[in-house]
């Protein structure tokens, strides 16, 4: 079966301190590709970053970074020195490419940040 | 470039009757998926459009159909609404239609709201 579990439903931080979002995976593919959205209060989801199965190396993007651990099944999100505008729901996402799911993104449950000033 | 856009943004409607929903994609993207969310169900893959044929379906009764032109606009939409049809309708595109090969961006959605 293919699941995404975001075991943290929200996370409270204050401004500047770090937040790491965790993402836990379960796919029979070898080969597919993971995801994470941000959902601010407007509703639309944002891309964030997209990773593929065989590049297990570690992503930084200004105060976002990202560990992917194949062998945990994990793929988590970290934010150095929140900001208030950080504040969303995040989402992480499986996209498996072979199953009868075809190209169907398959969601967590999400978790929701708050930062406050 | 503009991103996936959807119209409208929110929509009332009462038991029983029907909706219909619009997505242009980003320009150049064929592929358009339709996603419902719910704070119950969370996120849910509802279909997938690619060049007018739908390529990929969800778990979710055949109230639900959409459709495809031939400018990769879709529209999705839903006969005999149910109470438990409230949720926002979200829209996203890709360039094409391989599985998990790109990435899918979402439009702002659709907030229905079935009285």
């Known amino acids: 079966a293919q699941k995404v579990t975001q075991a943290q439903t929200e996370i409270s931080v204050v401004e500047k301190e770090d937040v790491t979002l965790d993402c836990v995976y379960e796919?029979?593919?070898?080969?597919?590709?993971l995801f994470w959205y941000k959902q601010p209060p407007s509703g639309e989801l944002v891309f964030l970053i997209r990773?593929?199965?065989?590049?297990?190396q570690n992503e930084i993007s200004g105060r976002y970074s990202w560990n992917f651990q194949k062998s945990t099944s994990s793929f988590n999100f970290t934010i150095t020195a929140s900001q208030v505008v950080d504040s969303a729901v995040y989402f992480c996402?499986?996209?498996?490419?072979?199953?009868?799911?075809?190209?169907?993104?398959?969601f967590g449950k999400g978790t929701t940040l708050s930062v406050s000033s | 470039k503009a991103g996936v856009t959807q119209t409208p943004r929110y929509l009332i409607k009462t038991r029983g009757q029907q909706v219909t929903l619009s997505c242009s994609p980003i320009?150049?993207?064929?592929?358009v998926s339709w996603y419902q969310q719910t704070p119950g169900q969370g996120l849910q893959f509802l279909f997938e459009y690619f060049s007018e044929t739908q390529r990929n379906k969800g778990n979710f009764p055949g109230r639900f159909s959409g459709r495809q032109f031939s400018n990769s606009r879709s529209e999705m939409n839903v006969s005999t609404l149910e109470l438990g049809d409230s949720a926002l309708y979200l829209c996203?595109?890709?360039?094409?239609?391989?599985?998990?090969?790109?990435?899918?961006?979402f439009g702002p959605g659709t907030r229905l709201t079935v009285l």
């Open positions: 996402a499986l996209s498996p490419t072979i199953n009868q799911a075809g190209t169907a993104l398959i």
């Open positions: 796919t029979r593919d070898t080969t597919y590709y």
């Open positions: 996203a595109s890709k360039i094409a239609g391989g599985p998990g090969t790109d990435t899918q961006y």
């Open positions: 990773r593929n199965s065989f590049d297990e």
């Open positions: 320009s150049g993207h064929r592929s």
